[in-house]
């Protein structure tokens, strides 16, 4: 069994800073990309960011120079750093991953979700 457990989210004023985390637990043997998604209400779900395992990053247009994403392999754990916030900002974000677990092929998961609001 192979979870995705995302923390950090919360309520924000405009221009504050979040820092999401996403922890991959159970039987796994490799990790491949990892990302963040988002969903807003009455909106399709969109890529907000994602890492290789090798390090390389893409972003959505609307968040590069403001996030970054990063991960720690032996942890594995990735982490989205969220810098000047703004109100269109506020979604449901949910933790990625293309892993293989001891027993199974390569999947994708997808966490629980996590509210980041950005309001005054």
């Known amino acids: 069994q192979v979870q995705l457990v995302e923390s950090g989210g919360g309520l924000v004023q405009p221009g504050g800073s979040l820092r999401l985390s996403c922890a991959a637990s159970?039987?796994?043997?490799?990790?491949?990309?990892m990302g963040w998604y988002r969903q807003a209400p009455g909106k399709q779900r969109e890529l907000v960011a994602a890492?290789?395992?090798?390090?390389?990053?893409n972003y959505a247009d609307s968040v590069k120079g403001r996030f970054t994403i990063s991960r720690d392999n032996a942890k594995n754990t990735v982490y989205l750093q969220m810098n000047s916030l703004k109100p269109e900002d506020t979604a449901v974000y949910y933790c990625?991953?293309?892993?293989?677990?001891?027993?199974?092929?390569?999947?994708?998961?997808w966490g629980q979700g996590t509210q980041v609001t950005v309001s005054s």
């Open positions: 890492i290789t395992s090798g390090g390389s990053t």
């Open positions: 990625n991953a293309d892993l293989s677990g001891l027993y199974s092929g390569a999947l994708n998961y």
């Open positions: 159970g039987m796994i043997f490799s990790i491949y990309a």
